[in-house]
């Protein structure tokens, strides 16, 4: 079983939306973590640490739909997976969370107030665009 892990982060770049040959769609962000040390009777920020989340279908659709952009906070809760690699001779791995099982979750964080998204977003576009094709052609009415 993989390790569960939950936690509150900054999103760090504008959500990347992929659309699978299934017909379902998965998010992919980068989110940021920062510490915090007390500097006397100050707060000061420490490092940032930077965490790659992938979400999948159901939940995907509607992370989209929330509109979610660069800068906002997220709450989650998923399981690390580790994918090792090779690069330049040398071994690595890289972590990710992923979010798609039953006891898995994401959300945009009540703690802080939203920027405006009036406006809809990319990721929200390129959704609205893909059920616009998968339903192409599709007509619900009787055949008489």
């Known amino acids: ?10 999103v760090a770049m504008e959500p990347d939306v992929k659309f699978l040959d299934s ?15 007390k500097d006397g009777d100050r707060w000061t920020d420490g490092e940032s640490s930077f965490f790659n ?10 992370f989209i739909e929330m509109g979610v952009q ?16 090779e ?3 040398e071994k690595r791995s890289s972590y990710s969370i992923n979010i798609g099982g039953a ?8 703690r802080w107030p939203r920027k405006d998204s009036a406006s ?6 390129k959704l609205k665009s ?9 007509n619900d009415d009787p055949p008489f």
């Open 120 to 125: 809809m977003t990319g990721a929200q576009e």
């Open 130 to 138: 893909a059920k616009a094709a998968l339903n192409e052609g599709f």
């Open 87 to 89: 690069k330049d001779g």
């Open 103 to 110: 006891e898995d979750h994401v959300s945009v964080s009540t």
């Open 23 to 37: 017909g379902k769609t998965m998010v992919r962000l980068r989110v940021a973590c920062k510490t915090r040390k």
């Open 70 to 85: 660069k800068g906002e906070t997220v709450v989650f809760a998923g399981t690390i997976s580790e994918r090792q690699y």
């Open 53 to 62: 989340i992938v979400v999948w279908a159901p939940f995907s659709d509607n």
């Open 1 to 10: 079983m993989l390790p569960r892990i939950t936690g509150e982060a900054v």
